[in-house]
């Protein structure tokens, strides 16, 4: 019997915001929670009753959290298949390895989206400079050009305007092996969440329309105000990709729409993704339930969206000099909430929270949120 009720201890890797949020919701539905981080002061910390402070590679830490826990899932991609596997060995490690396995190297997930045929743009791999001067005279014009491995927000990737600029993008991206995607004339982003419980029942939240700035994503609204025939292949494709990984757990595809009506696939995640905080207040269950919900095999809660949502994220940019942005200025819109992350200390570009906000349209909820981050501006 794979269905691990409450009273169970969960063991969760890695200890940022989506670990933290994680815990909140599983601790209402009475489980307990471990976690593993490096950062002795992780966003998850004080919300779980275990936390490991070792690195994601570290098996003997992993066996050691595994040996206190029911189950176990991820928060974040960066988690080394050595550690799954022994954690595998003691607990049931939802997702499994395999995916990670697929995820966590950008090259390999492009290969097994394309060869199983999902939609996904013109690309090629690079593992020198003369690749990546190749690759761009293959593709033409502007790339994309990504590391294989690591980068999140905007790091570990730059832009290839053309051949005569390989040289510039390679030493900046550090010499390692890259993808490079043929730039798209982009109509919009979207993504959509899928939750697998390892009995096989599936749900599939409506898809998210999402913006973002230099790589990090600023706002995101649900529903996306997007053509049925658009939500709905994209909740297709979502959904046979969750199942031909065989996630169990959480799956997010996002995806790019050309102005032509082109989908393609841009990258997944089998975790809690920025682009679905929003379910928090707009869906009758939350990712970060379901997420609880699939690992633990328990029956998936409603997807029904119960009103429109928006989310706008909080970088460490706000926080001048260390103050606190005035946040009872954005409270004064009604349906407006606040949601920080714990983070000890702000950084330029490093996500602290966010804002969400309900209305009667998406329209109106994102108009909403964007309000409400304008507020925290503080003045020269």
């Not at 190297?105 to 097994?112: E, G, I, S």
């Not at 990546?132 to 305007?161: F, M, P």
């Not at 749900?203 to 998210?208: F, L, Q, S």
């Not at 979502?238 to 050309?258: C, H, P, Q, S």
């Amino acid at each position: 019997m794979s269905v691990i009720l409450p009273g169970a201890t969960i063991g969760i890797l890695g200890g940022g915001q989506l670990g933290r949020m994680t815990a909140m919701a599983a601790r209402s539905l009475g489980y307990h929670l471990a976690a593993l981080d490096p950062d002795p002061s992780c966003a998850a910390r004080f919300l779980v009753e275990t936390c490991v402070t070792a690195a994601f590679d570290d098996v003997q830490a992993a066996r050691d959290l595994a040996q206190r826990c029911q189950v176990a899932t991820v928060e974040i991609e960066k988690i080394s298949i050595e550690v799954m596997r022994a954690i595998q060995e003691i607990i049931p490690m939802r997702p499994g390895p395999g995916v990670l396995h697929v995820v966590q190297d950008r090259a390999r997930q492009k290969d097994w989206v394309a060869e199983r045929g999902f939609p996904v743009g013109p690309y090629r791999k690079a593992s020198t400079e003369d690749e990546l001067r190749e690759a761009a005279q293959a593709l033409g014009g502007r790339c994309y050009v990504k590391a294989t491995r690591g980068g999140y927000d905007g790091r570990g990737q730059d832009i290839l305007t053309g051949p005569e600029d390989t040289g510039r993008v390679w030493s900046f991206l550090g010499g390692v092996p890259v993808v490079v995607e043929k730039g798209l004339e982009l109509d919009s982003e979207l993504s959509v969440l899928v939750a697998r419980r390892p009995s096989g029942e599936a749900r599939t939240y409506a898809p998210a329309l999402n913006h973002h700035v230099k790589g990090i994503l600023e706002w995101s609204v649900l529903p996306g105000p997007l053509p049925h025939a658009v939500a709905n292949q994209a909740e297709s494709i979502a959904r046979d990709i969750a199942a031909a990984l065989g996630v169990e757990g959480l799956l997010v595809a996002e995806f790019f729409l050309t102005r032509a009506g082109e989908l393609y696939v841009n990258e997944l995640a089998p975790r809690p993704h920025n682009t679905f905080h929003s379910t928090e207040v707009a869906c009758a269950t939350s990712q970060f339930e379901q997420h609880t919900r699939s690992v633990c095999d328990l029956p998936l809660g409603s997807t029904e969206l119960i009103r429109p949502a928006a989310i706008i994220n909080l970088l460490g940019d706000l926080w001048v000099d260390d103050a606190v942005p005035p946040f009872d200025r954005a409270l004064e819109i009604p349906g407006v909430q606040v949601h920080l992350y714990g983070k000890r200390v702000a950084q330029p570009g490093r996500k602290m929270g966010h804002l969400s906000a309900i209305g009667a349209t998406p329209e109106e909820a994102l108009q909403k949120v964007q309000e409400a981050r304008g507020r925290l501006n503080r003045a020269p």
